[in-house]
């Protein structure tokens, strides 16, 4: 049982490339996250799905977008990197009965 | 601004002694704080969680203690181990949508021999 599944593990940018961070669970949740952690800031929402077919934002969107592809998929991408979206990025889902979040094991990403 | 507050950033605990990191919230409205336990590079993983209609709640050497009033709850952990080194964060959320679940910043355990 993988759980969440994020790839890559390690990616190294230039300012204003694009790239798509995937994301997928096997757990058949029906919500699924996208977050950022940056030291002294602990975790802050990018994006979320509720379920297969809806997207919202969260607290830091800007500079994001996503697509929940099925139900086991959602990705995350960069449109233009900048040094700013340096972060470690954790994909994340959860049942839909209590509120237990379940994270991949983050996504280290360096924009120069 | 910041949801949930944590302290201390970072704490150095002897082997067997206890370790206690706090947190503070405002939104009265919160219902749900968990605890999450992150080794590094790995992803953060819950540890025990406590709803408000408890004082406290334990798991093992694990002990949340929760005090309504004062808006304040904090992680014991008895009889520390190496093993426990590790960040670990609060959170808070309202409801049972985690798209409003808040984090604190994190505190740095190390648990030395």
């Known amino acids: 049982n993988a759980g969440v599944t994020q790839t890559p593990k390690f990616q190294v940018l230039k300012t204003g490339q694009s790239m798509t961070l995937q994301c997928a669970q096997d757990?058949?949740?029906?919500?699924m996250y996208w977050y950022r952690q940056d030291p002294g800031m602990g975790l802050r929402l990018i994006y979320y799905?509720?379920?297969?077919?809806?997207?919202d934002k969260g607290e830091v969107p800007n500079g994001y977008n996503v697509s929940r592809l099925n139900k086991r998929e959602f990705s995350l991408r960069l449109e233009s990197a900048a040094p700013s979206q340096t972060s470690v990025y954790f994909c994340a889902s959860r049942t839909g009965v209590g509120n237990t979040i379940y994270f991949g094991e983050g996504s280290w990403l360096t924009v120069v | 601004q910041q949801q949930v507050k944590q302290s201390p950033q970072s704490l150095i605990v002897q082997k067997g002694g206890i370790s206690i990191i706090n947190c503070a919230y405002e939104n009265t409205a919160f219902d749900y704080f968990p605890w999450y336990q992150q080794f590094p590079g790995k992803g953060p993983a819950l540890l025990i969680a406590?709803?408000?209609?408890?004082s406290e709640k334990k798991e093992g050497r694990f002990t949340i203690s929760f005090n309504k009033s004062a808006k304040q709850f904090s992680l014991h952990i008895m009889d520390s181990q190496p093993g426990d080194s590790a960040t670990y964060f609060c959170a808070a959320s309202k409801g049972t949508g985690a798209n409003n679940l808040f984090f604190g910043t994190g505190t740095r355990l190390t648990v030395i021999p």
């Open positions: 757990m058949n949740h029906n919500s």
């Open positions: 799905s509720a379920s297969e077919g809806t997207t």
């Open positions: 406590i709803r408000p209609d408890v």
